[in-house]
């Protein structure tokens, strides 16, 4: 697994205090993971924060799963 | 009580009468206050009087760029995150309805409306981060009563109750209270300069028989501001001396 990865998870776990074996790749924020839409909105500011890039709000938008924030902050990073 | 030690806050109209109160009230309590309002020196003088904790962010809310840097300026002029925003700017533009212009509808809403709500949403990030924050519009009682010839600031004014309704439902469980002051006849600059005949008529509709201090709103603000006040959201708290018990 990927240091962003294992990071992202962290970040997952922390902020929505759930399991860390629930938190796989394909787990929705908001449907398996008992997110609100407000916990996202707060879930990408600390992304941001982590990894020092700007995610915009249309981007943001499209972050549902665990995997597309780590697909999106592997893409920025590259 | 009461205490705000250590906590940063923004009033925007600290230029008037009851801006420049409330940013003395919340000084004293021992906040760090970002005075915002276009005319600079007059900024400068109420930061002279309220002393080392005072700084000054001078800002046009009738211009989007001023709007959209102000919550900036004023964490760096703090040298920390806001805790507390307070929107009291505001203008009038009266008319009767038939007689009102499209520009003058408009920038009683993007001033008083508008620039308000987007200090609030450009504020949230960090007070969403640490789990406190407080917001305080200053609204008016011709919000609710309504008022002939203020139909754009009443709109405004109404607008801002709902806004602080919606927003503090979205972020009341990250410890964020959105709350409004409705002042009633208040003395400043303003209210002076009615004649003695039109004052008259107006302590006639108000049961406590004087106009309101500037004192009384701060007290109000400084209420709102505190931890004391952290299971009061979404409200709006009426300072009118009885004038319209809603």
């Known amino acids: ?78 | 009580m009461f205490d705000l030690a250590g906590k940063t806050a923004l009033v925007t109209g600290a230029t008037g009468g009851i801006g420049g109160e409330i940013a003395k009230v919340l000084a004293e309590a021992g906040a760090k206050v970002a005075l915002s309002g276009t005319r600079q020196e007059r900024l400068e003088a109420v930061a002279a009087e309220i002393g080392g904790n005072a700084v000054v962010v001078p800002a046009n809310l009738s211009d989007k760029e001023s709007v959209d840097g102000l919550i900036k300026n004023a964490e760096e002029a703090l040298g920390g995150q806001l805790d507390i925003l307070v929107n009291n700017a505001g203008i009038t533009r009266d008319q009767l309805a038939m007689r009102l212009k499209d520009e003058d509808w408009q920038a009683v809403l993007d001033v008083n409306l508008t620039s308000a709500f987007k200090l609030a949403r450009n504020s949230l990030r960090g007070m969403m981060k640490r789990r406190h924050g407080r917001i305080i519009n200053i609204t008016s009682i011709v919000g609710v009563t309504g008022n002939p010839g203020q139909t754009n600031y009443a709109a405004a004014k109404a607008g801002m109750i709902g806004w602080s309704k919606s927003l503090a439902q979205e972020v009341a469980a990250r410890g964020i209270t959105v709350n409004c002051v409705a002042p009633g006849f208040i003395t400043t600059a303003m209210t002076e300069e009615l004649g003695d005949a039109q004052k008259e008529k107006l302590l006639g509709g108000i049961p406590a028989g004087r106009m309101g201090d500037s004192k009384e709103i701060a007290a109000a603000v400084l209420y709102l501001a505190s931890d004391e006040a952290a299971y009061v959201t979404g409200q709006t708290l009426h300072v009118n001396g009885g004038m319209a018990m809603i």
């Open chain 1, 1 to 78: 697994m990927s240091d962003v990865a294992d990071r992202v998870k962290k970040i997952v776990v922390e902020h929505l205090g759930v399991e860390e074996d629930k938190v796989t790749e394909n787990a929705s924020f908001i449907d398996d993971l008992g997110a609100d839409s407000l916990d996202t909105v707060e879930l990408v500011m600390a992304f941001e924060e982590e990894f020092g890039c700007e995610i915009p709000d249309d981007a943001a938008e499209k972050i549902l799963t665990v995997k597309d924030a780590i697909d999106f902050i592997e893409k920025a990073d590259s």
